[in-house]
């Protein structure tokens, strides 16, 4: 079983960038998979969460309209578009996955977990 966090890279701020968590062992349609940031010095943090075969998504208020997730069947595979990026995403992103979506923002329910990628927003 395994998470692979793909897809980081150094983007100007208003940028773009589009990072995937490609999943091997299980089903992604039978876990909700959930984005989390840890900046330096700073506590990992949600991000958002999504099951997206039944249409439940959740995001932090920081990336409201910014952040969407979306996922590909064929490649078991679940993306996070970002766009309008700041320098305050700049963080490690991973992805993980979990069964209990309704306390998504809480590490400790995550069964998975993905190697971070890094997301650098700077001028």
């Known amino acids: 079983v395994q998470l692979q966090a793909s897809g980081g890279g150094l983007v100007q701020p208003g940028g773009s960038l589009r990072l995937s968590c490609a999943a091997s062992?299980?089903?992604?349609?039978?876990?909700?998979i959930g984005w989390f940031r840890q900046a330096p010095g700073k506590e990992r943090e949600g991000v958002s969460c999504g099951r997206v075969t039944e249409g439940v998504t959740y995001y932090a208020d920081s990336v409201k309209g910014r952040f969407s997730i979306s996922r590909d069947n064929a490649e078991n595979t679940l993306y996070l578009q970002m766009i309008n990026l700041k320098p305050e995403d700049t963080a490690v992103y991973y992805c993980a996955a979990t069964q209990r979506i309704a306390e998504w923002t809480e590490t400790k329910n995550y069964d998975y977990w993905g190697q971070g990628t890094e997301v650098t927003v700077s001028s």
């Open positions: 062992g299980f089903r992604l349609a039978d876990y909700a």
